[in-house]
């Protein structure tokens, strides 16, 4: 485990353009004790997992859990959860400051999403509604049964 994580800490480091140094100044360390982390010598104290994982954008569970690849660390949550609803029939709640009139009470399909936006599609008797949106007006995703 500690050769791993050392691996994970210098490669996504490195991606970032950060030096060691770099790296150590904005955790309050050492340059050494980052070479250290890196070299699998020791491990980063429990306390400076967050921050670790904070400064280089993944999650602490990718850094310390092996079975985590790569491709979900920039994966958030809300991400997983759309790419789960995604080309499903759902209803959308929204904030109430934020409330969509078009969408409101609306079975609608998650056609895509990207960062902080989604394109819904929903379909009224007189016309084919197309929006992006953005995630963060969203307060909840109703995935609906599919007639069977």
Not at 38 to 46: C, F, H, K, N, S
Not at 67 to 96: C, M, Y
């Amino acid at each position: 485990m500690m050769n791993r994580l050392g691996n994970k800490i210098a490669s996504k480091r490195k991606d970032l353009g950060l030096t060691q140094t770099d790296f150590a100044d904005r955790l309050s360390v050492t340059r050494q004790t980052v070479s250290r982390w890196e070299a699998g010598t020791v491990l980063p104290d429990i306390e400076k997992i967050n921050d670790i994982a904070g400064i280089l954008g993944v999650s602490c569970d990718y850094l310390l859990n092996d079975d985590i690849r790569e491709d979900d660390i920039t994966s958030s949550p809300v991400s997983r959860i759309l790419q789960k609803a995604k080309g499903k029939t759902v209803r959308l709640t929204f904030f109430d400051e934020e409330a969509d009139i078009d969408l409101f009470d609306r079975d609608c399909r998650i056609a895509d999403f990207e960062g902080n936006w989604m394109k819904v599609e929903s379909k009224t008797k007189n016309r084919q509604i197309e929006k992006l949106i953005p995630v963060s007006s969203v307060l909840s995703i109703e995935i609906m049964k599919e007639d069977e």
